[in-house]
């Protein structure tokens, strides 16, 4: 049951009663789709608490309410934590992302870098998605550089999506995007 990454046409050898089966092709069934929303808490977002909460609950309308539900909340704090597992309620799941306290000290890569086990172990497309104001701190990348973040997102076979409610975005959160097959959205 446990999911295998990077696999791609030639990594398999496909035969039929010993002859090899010429341009086989790797049909991707469709998994379900599961998310770690990774929220700033930022006092630039605090701004934007109303356009979060309209935002989670679309995100929330997306993912499938078999496998008892495939979202999960990150808070990026200064201590980032855990705000809402994956089971939870769209209600729940809002009031987990627009929960206090909104500071002036956020850490973007450790909470990147703890929404990723959390979706590792679960068969589905995984997406890690940041919703935030579209900059990110001197120091964002403080403990773990952005190279050694879009590397473990890449490897983990998470893509990452960087949703911004201001009109900027910070090149590292393109590069995180474009690194991992996700994309950026105002």
Avoid: I
């Avoid at 049951?1 to 991707?28: I, K, Q, W």
């Avoid at 934590?81 to 627009?98: C, K």
């Avoid at 590397?151 to 893509?159: I, M, P, S």
């Amino acid at each position: 049951g446990d999911s295998l990454v990077g696999l791609t046409r030639d990594n398999f050898r496909v035969s039929e009663r010993y002859a090899d089966v010429n341009e086989p092709d790797l049909v991707d069934v469709s998994a379900p789709l599961a998310l770690a929303l990774v929220v700033e808490k930022s006092l630039a977002m605090k701004d934007y608490a109303g356009d979060l909460s309209s935002a989670v609950e679309r995100l929330f309308a997306l993912v499938p309410a078999q496998g008892l539900g495939q979202l999960a909340v990150l808070s990026a704090g200064e201590k980032p934590a855990l705000e809402g597992a994956f089971g939870g309620t769209r209600l729940g799941t809002v009031r987990a992302a627009t929960l206090q306290p909104w500071g002036p000290r956020w850490r973007f890569d450790r909470a990147v870098r703890q929404a990723v086990p959390l979706l590792a172990s679960r068969y589905a497309r995984r997406a890690v998605v940041f919703l935030g104001s579209g900059r990110l701190e001197p120091g964002a990348f403080g403990e773990f550089s952005l190279f050694q973040v879009a590397r473990y997102l890449a490897n983990n076979g998470v893509a990452f999506y960087a949703v911004h409610f201001s009109p900027d975005l910070a090149e590292e959160l393109s590069f995180l995007a474009a690194e991992t097959g996700g994309a950026s959205c105002y």
